[in-house]
């Protein structure tokens, strides 16, 4: 079963408040090489038994295309059910007077607001399992998250928005909503955005950069992770061949964990994919070398490699694919400020709002907030500008990452469906071609 709940209130006045749910059953069949998926919202035993029946129909069918060598799916089925504890969930009242008082907080301290927007989101994953190899169990996945926008007008009366936000494992009721907690967010938001109301262009060309760990976890994600998934490596993938060979700076090492990091569980804790497979951390570069990918029961088979249990699906009738579940950047040694404090001139940019990545490991991400660089110290704000690279041509110039460590669980990826993931880092230093004048 998958449920939402996503509310929006723009000024002071609800926009939307939305709650969904949808349930149902799907069957995977590997017959002769070929895989059937079949699945219907009804979730009766008569149902069940006809979707297990039309996916065997449809591996069948799949199968008349010519003949396919059958491999062996090994794999570690994993058996246990995910029950986290969770606190009592926030009821709708409670949830609107947050907003409420987040919108009135903003009109009463910060002056020059043109508009704030607060928006809640949060959704729940219940995926019970059972396969042919003994794996049987119940995946639990729960997030929640709070997204505040804010505009102002720059000198020339034009709109300028920065957004904040807060993500987490669980429900409303398991992330701070309190105002005490999110006032130093707000300050450091509405801060950036007057800086950015005076910003200036960025100089077009390749520069010395410090990404913040949120750029950071979306250039691994985006840019490094999804090259490192088997079904695009099987397809061609720019990381395919290059197995023991590097492909970043010694100072990086970058992992997929599968539900914890630091003896701590992660914001979307996998424990067994969507193919009942036990779910293992996949080490994709370590120390500047590339070591693994990320695998279902088939692409492991193909590739020859263990199945880190990564085959996951969105929705009961979606079919598992190689999606991602905590991809990060492991931290280094330097802190922030020194990382900036040895630049002479650069830039540090801090927040993206859009991104893309290929197979190639060639990216462009959108920047909604950065600052130059000038003498070891942050100068003025920039305006709106694009990074761009070869992820594996930008890792190997990397010569200083932070000693600590961002986790957030915000977004989506996006992969032929949806797909709830979390990504994190530390600040990296590097080179990369920067848009602007």
């Known amino acids: 079963m998958l ?25 995977r069949v590997y017959h002769h090489g070929y895989w059937g998926f079949a699945s219907t919202p009804a979730t009766d035993s008569k149902s069940r038994n006809k979707v297990m029946n039309k996916a065997v129909d449809n591996a069948r069918v799949m199968s008349q295309f010519g003949d396919r060598q059958a491999l062996d799916l090994g794999a570690t089925a994993y058996q246990g059910d995910q029950t986290p504890q969770r606190k009592p969930a926030m009821s709708q009242k409670e949830t609107i007077d947050f907003m409420q008082a987040i919108d009135d907080h903003c009109k009463q301290r910060y002056p020059g607001l043109k508009s704030t927007t607060v928006m809640l989101q949060e959704e729940h994953h219940r995926k019970r399992f059972a396969t042919s190899n003994a794996g049987e169990g119940l995946n639990t996945i729960d997030r929640a998250a709070c997204y505040i926008f804010m505009i102002a007008e720059d000198k020339n009366g034009k709109p300028v928005e920065l957004a904040e936000y807060v993500s987490g494992k669980g429900s409303f009721a398991d992330i701070d909503l309190s105002i005490e907690g999110l006032e130093p967010r707000l300050d450091s938001l509405y801060d950036h955005l007057r800086a950015k109301c005076d910003a200036i262009p960025a100089k077009g060309g390749e520069h010395t950069i410090v990404l913040s760990p949120e750029l950071a976890g979306m250039l691994a994600h985006e840019a490094m992770g999804h090259p490192c998934e088997a079904d695009l490596v099987l397809s061609g993938s720019a990381t395919g061949g290059l197995v023991g060979e590097p492909v970043a700076s010694e100072l990086i090492t970058m992992v997929d964990f599968a539900h914890h990091y630091n003896g701590k569980e992660l914001m979307i804790p996998v424990y067994a994919d969507d193919e009942g497979s036990e779910a293992i951390d996949a080490v994709l570069i370590e120390n500047g070398i590339m070591r693994n990918f990320m695998t279902s029961r088939e692409t492991a088979a193909r590739l020859g490699i263990p199945s880190t249990g990564n085959a996951r699906a969105y929705r009961f009738n979606d079919e598992p694919l190689v999606r991602m579940r905590n991809t990060a950047i492991l931290p280094g040694t330097s802190s922030l400020e020194e990382m900036i404090s040895d630049v002479e001139q650069g830039y540090y940019l801090m927040k993206t709002g859009n991104g893309q990545a290929d197979s190639t490991t060639e990216f462009m991400f959108g920047i909604d907030l950065a600052y130059e660089i000038k003498n070891g110290k942050l100068g003025r704000a920039i305006t709106d500008t694009t990074v761009s690279g070869t992820a594996i041509n930008m890792l190997k110039t990397v010569d200083a990452v932070s000693n ?11 992969k032929k469906q949806p797909m709830v993931v979390s990504m994190g880092g530390p600040a990296i230093r590097a080179k990369a071609h920067l848009g602007g004048e």
Request: with cysteine; net charge negative.
């Open 3 to 27: 449920t939402t709940d996503r509310k929006m209130m723009v000024n002071g006045n609800l926009t939307a408040n939305a709650e969904t749910a949808e349930s149902g059953v799907s069957a």
């Open 404 to 414: 600590d460590m961002s986790w957030s669980c915000s977004g989506y990826c996006g």
